[in-house]
């Protein structure tokens, strides 16, 4: 790679070397190579970055940090299910109270009409 980057470099020394010509088909091979030798640094930089990520002591933290990743998905998602069993469970209790209060105040209703029909029955 090191090699391509010095013929590019050469290249590149040529170019500003000559004199600037007006012809439109000389402007477009300028612009391809430039842009060629942008995609060549930047394949430059990732190969240095891959390089230096694959040794033992990074690919050993990397995996450690996606092991704690999983882990605290797992426990975020185990946590959660809980809160919205939790939930529900509450709020079925919930239901079910008010269903029997009001079965309480409809049967405390028919008391009291029980009574004051009996009352007003006793009083003719």
């Not at 980057?5 to 290249?11: G, P, Y």
């Not at 930089?45 to 002591?57: F, L």
């Not at 239901?95 to 405390?108: C, P």
């Amino acid at each position: 790679m090191e090699d391509f980057n010095k013929e590019d470099k050469s290249k590149q020394e040529e170019f500003k070397e000559q004199e600037p010509q007006n012809d439109f088909g000389d402007t477009i091979k300028r612009v391809a190579m430039t842009a060629i030798g942008g995609v060549a640094d930047a394949a430059e930089a990732i190969a240095k970055g891959v390089q230096s990520a694959a040794n033992k002591e990074n690919i050993d933290r990397l995996a450690q940090k996606g092991e704690n990743a999983v882990k605290q998905v797992k426990d975020f998602s185990e946590s959660a299910a809980k809160q919205v069993l939790d939930f529900g469970s509450d709020t079925v209790n919930k239901i079910k109270k008010a269903w029997d209060e009001s079965k309480a105040v409809d049967a405390a209703q028919e008391s009291v009409k029980s009574l004051e029909d009996d009352i007003m029955a006793s009083l003719k």
